[in-house]
Nanobody, 126 residues
C-alpha cells in the first residue's frame, strides 16, 4: 500500500515563504506522479500543482503560478512545494497526492488521485 505523508506546514506572515515536504513509501512507489491540493473549510479541494515521476513536467493552478514551485527528489522518495510571496488566501490544509497514470487533463481533479496524505495546515496572517 502506497503511503504519503506531508510535513512543513505552519504560520507565516503574508509575503513570507514556507516549504512543504511529502514523503512517499510502500507499495510500487517508484513511478508515481505526485501533486498538491488544498482545502479550506466549506469548500472543495483545489488543485495546486503536480509533477510527473521524472520531475520534468509540472503544472500549476493559475492562482499560484509564479509563486509556488513543485520539485521532487526520487532518490529520497520525496516531493516539495516551495511557497513564496504567500497571501492570506493561501491559507488552507495542504494535501500531498499520488497517482500512476500521467499528467493528463484529469490530473487537476482530486478524484483522479487514489493516494492522499492526511494534510498539513498552512496559515498566512495578513
Amino acid at each position: 500500500q502506497v503511503h504519503v505523508e506531508e510535513s512543513g506546514g505552519g504560520l507565516v506572515q503574508a509575503g513570507g515563504s514556507l516549504r512543504l515536504s511529502c514523503a512517499l513509501s510502500g507499495g510500487n512507489s517508484d513511478h508515481l506522479d505526485m501533486g498538491w491540493f488544498r482545502q479550506v473549510p466549506g469548500k472543495d479541494r483545489e488543485f495546486v500543482a503536480n509533477i510527473d515521476w521524472t520531475g520534468e513536467t509540472t503544472n500549476y493552478a493559475d492562482s499560484v503560478k509564479g509563486r509556488f514551485t513543485v520539485a521532487r527528489d526520487n532518490a529520497k522518495k520525496m516531493i516539495f512545494l516551495q511557497m513564496d510571496s504567500l497571501k492570506f488566501e493561501d491559507t488552507a490544509v495542504y494535501f500531498c497526492v499520488a497517482r500512476l497514470w500521467g499528467l493528463g487533463p484529469e490530473s487537476i481533479l482530486p478524484q483522479s488521485y487514489p493516494y492522499w496524505g492526511l494534510g498539513t495546515q498552512v496559515t498566512v496572517s495578513s
